[in-house]
T-cell receptor, first 116, second 113 residues
């Protein structure tokens, strides 16, 4: 199997605080993980790509200082939303590449972030 | 990656086959056709992928036309749990950015009792 666990499933926070979301590959090593954001009734938008042991690559328009990504091990990547604002409220989803092949990417169950 | 065109929504009666079309007229020779689905408030789930030949697995069948400009995902016996947004994605497996999955708007499939 190829299971990607994402935690928490949902989080509510106050404006100005930081929130950390974890993405773990449970039964395989993930050299590359991806972070997506999805607003209501819209499709997934790629935010950044993280490779284990190196800096993340951010898509155009995504603030790297606001969305901190750490991929310190082959099974864990974290996304920290710093100084969250209501407009950051969204569904955040991670995915992981299993092994050397990009053939299949496996997704976590997502995190619903609500910033008050 | 080549762009895809899918109908916005479709209905299917429970127990019947669901046939979801996808147009990808600008697909290049080394690009694969992938299908994912997203059930409400969950992450996308891989269904199937193919290059030229038709493919079948435990979830679905993928029929790709000979010119590869379109494809159809078939769920042979749709159940209520198949209600989801289905994404058809074309991507290569080599070259810069090939690892990215670019999601379009997909097809909202509603399975009706």
């Amino acid at each position: 199997g190829a299971v990607v666990s994402q935690h928490p499933s949902w989080v509510i926070c106050k404006s100005g605080t930081s929130v950390k979301i974890e993405c773990r590959s449970l039964d395989f090593q993930a050299t590359t993980m991806f972070w997506y954001r999805q607003f209501p009734k819209q499709s997934l938008m790629l935010m950044a790509t993280s490779n284990e042991g190196s800096k993340a690559t951010y898509e155009q328009g995504v603030e790297k200082d606001k969305f901190l990504i750490n991929h310190a091990s082959l099974t864990l990547s974290t996304l920290t939303v710093t100084s969250a604002h209501p407009e950051d409220s969204s569904f955040y989803i991670c995915s992981a590449r299993k092994g050397a092949s990009y053939e299949k990417l496996f997704f976590g169950s997502g995190t619903q972030l609500s910033v008050l | 990656d080549a762009k895809t065109t899918q109908p916005t929504s479709m209905d299917c009666a429970e127990g019947r086959a669901a046939n979801l079309p996808c147009n990808h007229s600008t697909i290049s020779g080394n690009e694969y056709v992938y299908w994912y689905r997203q059930i409400h408030s969950q992450g996308p789930q891989y269904i199937i992928h193919g290059l030229k030949n038709n493919e079948t697995n435990e979830m679905a069948s993928l029929i790709i036309t000979e010119d590869r400009k379109s494809s159809t995902l078939i769920l042979p016996h749709a159940t209520l749990r198949d209600t989801a947004v289905y994404y058809c994605i074309v991507r290569g497996l080599s070259g810069a950015g090939s690892y990215q999955l670019t999601f379009g708007k997909g097809t909202k499939l509603s399975v009706i009792p």
